[in-house]
């Protein structure tokens, strides 16, 4: 298995990305190569410094850089030396199994849809996030922003992308699928709500366990994966970031608040997509990259393209 | 001044209603009627029992309940004798000048929509709720729920509405509204979203200070007033205490945490209705009913309804 890493991306790049590399690697078996895609003589010198076995790894020198506040298919375009472009070239050609950045996310989601391009039958590919729901315990909710306009068959596959997500890279046998919306009943909601509602409580393809309002996200364990439109999923998992940075701000430490911090799971999965793709925090630190490169290892491991490719042919 | 109180709504009625009187009467200035609105043997019971000066208050006698779990509409034309139904009869006739329960909001709404009715030139009245956003600092998040599917005309008079709200009862000076979305940019978000922030961007009804994410939400002090659709406000209210919840379970005792506790404010007002109107928790304590009788009193002392009226006609 061969992963790409983006080293060019993130706000502490490349600094934080080649030192996440290495804690990885001290973690990753042996038949799982890393593949650090960025300037040449910047990830040398730093694996130097560090005193690190180069042969460690495989480098792939990319010499141009999108930067966090280029205008994402513009610079994709413009482009082509830029870390991001190459890394979807390498993925593209199959000379890596998965990509992970924690670089300019426009610029991965346009690589994303214009070079490894959706799975046929996938309306809308989507975004996923984890949130806990339980000491060591996370859900997957999804749609997180790359849809805000969702319509209820969209949200409908949303389901069936967050089973095989959570059964394959999560291990959750029989994963609980529940609908974001304003109350228990089946009525309650808005339309597409109530549309998608209508839909699911049919389904064959997973266990729809019904509505989840907003107080029952975090912390009551009802269901494995929120489905949403991107635009409350974005609205969601910013407001629980913004309660995370308000509990740090306030001094509070404790363990169940600490599972809001992104560090610990990485990135985000693009699902629906032909090949396995990991966006990760424009902030990320070392602990985060590390964890981003362990979870898109989890992602191929888990076959998880081949089972949506499956579930949806 | 009279505010009528429906003594038998709430999960804790009559005794927290009761209580809650008491408690409001010992802060209320002497000119401000309080017009206890139940079965009135079990309020002179608990009066009694409390060794309270009978006469302090105005007793109505209402025979009936509307029980929590009852459908609203229905209940609300079968009960004419519920607490609800009378209180909304005596503040129809002008015997009262507002009217507070904690209890079935479906039947407040239904009564609130059927009897004092919208406000001429109010598309979709709307109810709101307070989110702390600094330390002893609140803006009113609206609409938390009334309307799931909101359009962008709609959404824009809940700017209007807010900004009404925010400087008669809040007493806040040329209160900024801001629009939930889900980026900083005109161009983000939904379609609703985007065409709100165009009508929004030009306005000279109120101050217009953009987009406001979900993580800017609270401890920010982006602004006094969000607006959002009901579904978005009702998740965002939810998640909210359902972080508050999570916190009192953690046992994290938090000057900050604790202003989500509605016990603070007291209730929900409905707003573009034709006389004041608060809905409080179900799970009214003393206190929550204590604040929302003198939340109600504020709304009353501010004109907010004739304030509203001024500005759609």
Redesign the interface.
Known sequence: MKIGLDIMGGDFAPEATVLGAIESRKVLPADVELVLIGDQDKIVEILNREKCDISQFQIVHASDVIEMGEHPAKAFKAKPNSSVAVGFGLLHKGLIDGFASAGNTGAMLVGAMYTVKAISGIIRPCIGSYVPTDINKYALLLDV?LN??SRPDVLYQYGILGKIYAESVMGITNPRIGL?N?GSEKEK???V?QSTHELMEDSKDFNFVGNV????????DKADVFVC????G??????????Y???Q??K?D????EMFNFEHYGGTPVLGINKPVIIGHGISNVPAIKNMILQTQKVIEGNLVDKIKEAFN
């Open positions: 922003g805000p306009d974001v304003i909601g808005n339309m709500a309002e907003g107080n029952e996200l975090f912390g009551d439109d991107g635009f409350v974005n609205v969601i998992l910013k407001e629980a970031e913004g309660f940075k308000l509990a701000r306030r509070i404790d363990e169940f608040f």
